[in-house]
C-alpha cells in the first residue's frame, strides 16, 4: 500500500499509478493551535506500507507529518513500514564542523526510526556518510541515468560537451557521470561565505570552446549554480547546461537562472516544483524508478540493477 503526505502528491500518484494501484486514502488536519491530526482511511493490518513524504518547505511540518503517519502506520498494525523520502533534508548536517550544533542529519534519522519506520528508500543524499546513521536499512536510489539520458537527448553536441562539477565534493558524482557519457571532466574549487552567497575562485580543466554541463545534487538558491555558469564561461565554454537531482528554487532562485546564459536547468520532481514559471526550467521525471525501487523492496528482490 501506498501513501502520501502533503508534500508531493504527484509524485506519490505517479509511483501508485507505475506500481498499477491506487494511492491509499489519508487525510491530515491542522488545528488552531498549529498541532497536526493524521489518519489512515482504511486498513492496514499485516499490509507492506510504503509513505511518500519529501522533506520540503516547510520542512518541519511536512517531517512532523511523516513521523506521524509512520507511528499512525505501526499502531494501525502494519507489518512493515517503509519511509519514501525522495528529498532528505538535513542531508547536509552530517558532521560537527563548529562548536556547540546539531548534527541534525543524524537527528532526523533517529527520530524516522523511534517513530517507527522498518527502512528508509531516498534519493542522492548531499552527504552519503547520512546513510550510516541508520541503524535500519536504508536503499539510497541515484538520478544518474536519467539525468545522464536527459543529457544525451536534450544537448546538441554532446561529443563537444564536458562535465563540471560545481565544487571538490561533487567530484565522485560528476566523475561517474563522465564515465557514463564518455566525457572529460572539471571542477570548481569555490568558496561558500554564506547560506546564498558563493565565491568560485579557480577552475580546473578544460572547458574552453566546449559545451559545459553542470551537474550537482540540488538547487536551493542557486548561488552557487550561477558562480559556476560565470566559472565556465570566463573559462571558455560557449554553452551551459545544468541538471540537478533536488530542485528546491527557494527565495531568488527562479530569478537568478532567468537572468543567467544558462540554456536549460533540468532538475527531477523529488520536489514539488511549478517548471512553467520559467522557459529554462526542465523536470524529470523519476517516479518509475521509485515504483521498481517499492516493488522490488516488496518482493526482497535486489535493488542494486536500478543504478545501472
Keep these: 500500500m501506498v501513501f502520501s503526505g502533503q ?23 491542522k488545528f488552531a493551535n ?5 489518519r489512515f482511511e482504511e486498513s492496514l493490518r499485516e499490509a507492506d506500507v510504503f509513505i511518500v513524504q519529501s522533506l520540503t518547505p516547510p520542512v518541519h511540518d511536512n517531517l512532523m507529518e511523516l513521523l506521524m503517519m509512520v507511528d499512525a502506520a505501526k499502531g494501525s498494525s502494519a507489518n512493515r513500514v517503509t519511509a519514501v523520502i525522495p528529498y532528505y533534508s538535513y ?14 542529519g543524524r537527528l532526523v534519522a533517529d527520530m524516522l526510526q523511534t517513530a517507527g519506520s522498518d527502512r528508509v528508500l531516498t534519493m542522492t543524499l548531499h552527504s552519503s556518510q547520512v546513510h550510516g546513521f541508520f541503524k535500519i536499512p536504508l536503499d539510497h536510489l541515484s538520478a544518474e541515468p536519467v539525468i545522464a539520458n536527459y543529457f544525451a537527448t536534450r544537448v546538441d553536441g554532446l561529443e563537444d560537451s564536458v ?41 580546473v580543466g578544460d572547458v574552453k570552446n566546449k559545451i559545459a554541463l553542470i551537474i ?16 565556465v564561461l570566463a573559462s571558455g565554454a560557449h554553452r551551459v547546461y545544468a541538471a540537478v537531482t533536488h530542485g528546491i528554487y527557494a527565495g531568488p532562485a527562479i530569478k537568478r537562472i532567468e537572468a543567467s546564459p544558462l540554456e536549460e536547468v533540468a532538475a527531477t520532481n523529488t520536489c514539488l516544483h511549478n517548471s512553467k514559471k520559467s522557459k529554462k526550467l526542465h523536470t524529470l521525471d523519476v517516479g518509475p524508478l521509485f515504483a521498481e525501487a517499492i516493488w522490488r523492496i516488496h518482493r526482497g528482490e535486489s535493488v542494486s540493477s536500478l543504478f545501472t
Excluded: H, Y
Excluded at 500518484?13 to 494501484?21: D, E, F, N, R
Excluded at 498549529?34 to 493524521?38: E, K, T
Design 7 to 29: 508534500s508531493n502528491r504527484a509524485l506519490a500518484g505517479q509511483i501508485a499509478a507505475s506500481l498499477g494501484i491506487p494511492l491509499g486514502k489519508s487525510t491530515t488536519q
Design 34 to 38: 498549529d498541532n497536526l491530526l493524521v
Design 91 to 104: 542531508a547536509r548536517s552530517d558532521k560537527k564542523d563548529a562548536p556547540r550544533i546539531s548534527i541534525a
Design 163 to 203: 562535465v563540471v562539477a560545481p565544487d571538490a565534493g561533487d567530484m565522485k558524482r560528476a566523475s561517474s557521470l563522465a564515465r557514463r557519457l564518455a566525457l572529460p571532466i572539471a571542477f570548481i574549487d569555490k568558496q561558500r561565505l554564506s547560506d546564498t552567497e558563493v565565491l568560485a575562485r579557480s577552475l
Design 216 to 231: 550537482d545534487d540540488e538547487i536551493s538558491t542557486a548561488a552557487s549554480l550561477v558562480k559556476a555558469v560565470e566559472a
